[in-house]
């Protein structure tokens, strides 16, 4: 399939957009892992037009991510087509129009899913953000608002006709937000009915290498779009990719495999953040990487606690999964010599640059 003039192999996987998730350091680690095709989290267009605190951060990215797409939303024309000049300034390989987040702050001014009430709008929004760049804009939403009001088919000629490039479907309406299953049976109407010329992602319960396989051989669509199933997981692609080669799942991480990834995007946080602050938004992360595992709430108790990389580290050195308890920290002399320097890997420099975003303001 191919998005524009960005070409990828058969059944290709993408992370979604997630709010405080999928920022550079959890998708330079999903790159490694196999993930074709990357999304930042959702900017607000009028975050990004009115310069505020945090928004144009989110606008980094990193050449080993490429191919990346930019993703935006809101729910005032001007403001949207604005913040698409503005990200076309940074160089994404996409510009992603968000249609689809169901938070109630998001959608009460027709920005994510709250677009799905108001069509025409919806049509709008595309056209300013399509004519405000020579990049291929994407775009990600869901069914519908409600049962009531699925008008997917409709929608996703429309914005075909718009001048999107790719399709990205979350396969449950606004009113169900992430509860039960995700209806797939809508994606394969999509494909069969929809009469699409654009690739059609699928996105909604593709949480395991058996759920992405199952969603590519019953809905028919172009590439499965990852969301849950990566947080505190990025080896989900390579294990997807090859259930799907050989119908076999490869052995799970090693525990030192997974505290390394751990202690890597720690390190990758504090470089794009600071230590402070990437210590501080790296607490969230550690639930999903250690879920399941024997002692896992008290290691998580643990270095939370740490107010430093090194320490957290130290910690995550020194904990034994399968132990009745776990010891004291290591002091930092008795760590190997080199892993320091192996986990500090320097981030390179970042494509977004803050003169490119002046110049397009």
Known sequence: MKIGPIAFGERPLFLAPME??????????????????MYTEFISSGGLVHDAEGSHKKLDIFEEERPIGIQIF??????????????????????????????????????GAGILRNVPKMRAITEAVVAATERPVTVKTRLGWNDASIRILEVARMLEEAGVRALAVHARTRAQMYRGEARWAWLRRIKEEGGLSIPLIGNGDATTPEKIRAMFDETGVDAVMIGRGAIGNPWIFRDAKVFMATGELPPPPSWEERVAVVAEHLTLKCRWLGERKGVLEMRRMYGGYF???????????????????????????????????????????????????????????????????????
């Open 20 to 37: 405080d998730v999928s920022d550079p350091p959890f998708r330079i680690l999903c790159k490694r892992y196999g993930a074709d095709m």
């Open 74 to 111: 809101g729910g005032d024309v001007g403001q949207v087509r604005e913040a698409a000049k503005i990200v076309d300034a940074v160089g994404p390989d996409v510009i992603d129009i968000n249609f689809g987040c169901p938070v109630k702050k998001v959608v009460c001014k027709d920005g």
């Open 291 to 361: 879920k399941g595992f024997r002692h896992a709430s008290r290691l998580r108790q643990l270095i939370i606690e740490e107010p430093s990389r090194e320490r957290i580290i130290e910690r995550l050195l020194n904990f034994r999964e399968d132990a009745p308890a776990v010891q004291v920290a290591v002091p930092a002399k008795a760590r190997p010599a080199r892993l320091s320097e192996a986990l500090a890997a320097k981030l390179p420099s970042p494509v977004a640059r803050p003169e490119a975003v002046e110049t397009a303001r």
